[in-house]
């Protein structure tokens, strides 16, 4: 779900910003998302990894490091 709405947000800034506003905000909006789509998206990684540790089949190649 934080991954569909990230990408969401970050392909409606690109739309605006290429099709709507024809490039006059320049292209630092766009990084921005990106990046934080990237943060969301480990987020979403680490928090799915975390609830595996205490399942002895699902965490058996994960470590507490």
Known sequence: MMVVTAATCTASVSLYQ???ADMAAGGLLDVVF???FIKIHMFAVN???G???DDPI???DL???
Do not use: Q
């Open 18 to 20: 290429y099709h709507i």
């Open 51 to 53: 609830s595996k540790l």
């Open 63 to 65: 470590t507490e490091r």
């Open 58 to 60: 699902a965490g058996k």
């Open 34 to 36: 990106m990046i934080n």
């Open 47 to 49: 928090f799915d990894n």
